[in-house]
């Protein structure tokens, strides 16, 4: 089935970091009307592990959902943009796998990129994420955990490759969380 996608990208005007995943899954396992909405997904938790030392700062327990207007405003305040590689899927299952998705149409990455001037890197998530920009930049794929620089215009960015927060992916979250806080880290989004 085709898709278009259902968000428009989350941009704060002083995002240092733009984070690309591939897809959102179905809507029908989304828990709130924003990225990483699958209840099962830890993306939130590891953020709420590496900022707050608490995997559930951003979990609303007693909805099972997560808290939407807490997560936007802390990404407005750190400056962190999200968005996704692909604008428009071919999706041949019913779930989230990178593995079943065809991209249609890819995102224009470059462009997302000049709206965002201070933006210093961008983060992939998962295999077809990294594939798909590094196919745009024609730049080497990052092994999780590394990242490589990248040209656009006059402007010299870094693609870096984090773990997918999905359960799907065999790791621990306080293993996956050590990437993210590497990279955060290293663009002094976390001091």
Same mark, same amino acid.
């Given at each position: 089935?085709k898709?278009?996608?259902?968000? /428009?990208p989350?941009?704060?005007?002083n995002?240092?970091l733009l984070?690309?995943?591939s897809?959102?899954p179905?809507?029908?396992?989304?828990?709130?009307?924003?990225?990483?909405?699958?209840?099962?997904?830890?993306?939130?938790?590891i953020?709420?592990?590496?900022?707050?030392h608490?995997?559930?700062?951003?979990?609303?327990?007693?909805?099972k959902?997560?808290d939407k207007?807490?997560?936007?405003?802390?990404?407005?305040e750190?400056?962190i943009?999200?968005?996704? =590689?692909?604008?428009e899927?071919?999706? /041949?299952?019913g779930?989230?796998?990178?593995a079943?998705?065809?991209?249609v149409?890819? =995102?224009?990455?470059?462009a997302?990129?000049?709206?965002i001037?201070?933006?210093l890197?961008?983060?992939t =998530?998962?295999?077809?994420?990294t /594939?798909?920009?590094s196919e745009?930049?024609?730049?080497?794929p990052?092994k999780?955990?590394?990242?490589?620089?990248?040209?656009?215009?006059?402007?010299? &960015?870094?693609?870096?490759? =984090?773990?997918?927060?999905?359960?799907?992916?065999?790791?621990? &979250? /306080?293993?996956?969380?050590?990437?993210?806080?590497?990279m955060?880290e290293?663009?002094?989004i976390?001091?």
């Amino acid at each position: 089935m085709k898709e278009s996608h259902p968000l /428009e990208p989350f941009l704060p005007k002083n995002a240092k970091l733009l984070m690309l995943g591939s897809f959102p899954p179905p809507k029908v396992r989304w828990c709130i009307e924003f990225y990483y909405p699958n209840f099962n997904n830890d993306m939130w938790r590891i953020f709420g592990h590496i900022f707050f030392h608490n995997r559930n700062y951003f979990v609303l327990s007693s909805e099972k959902k997560f808290d939407k207007e807490r997560i936007i405003a802390f990404l407005n305040e750190v400056g962190i943009g999200i968005f996704d =590689t692909a604008t428009e899927v071919f999706r /041949e299952k019913g779930n989230a796998s990178d593995a079943f998705l065809q991209i249609v149409k890819p =995102t224009n990455v470059a462009a997302m990129l000049r709206k965002i001037p201070e933006c210093l890197a961008v983060n992939t =998530t998962g295999t077809l994420a990294t /594939e798909t920009l590094s196919e745009m930049f024609q730049i080497k794929p990052p092994k999780v955990g590394e990242k490589v620089p990248f040209l656009l215009d006059d402007r010299r &960015l870094f693609l870096y490759r =984090t773990p997918s927060s999905s359960r799907a992916y065999p790791l621990a &979250l /306080e293993k996956k969380a050590e990437f993210y806080q590497k990279m955060f880290e290293e663009l002094k989004i976390l001091k």
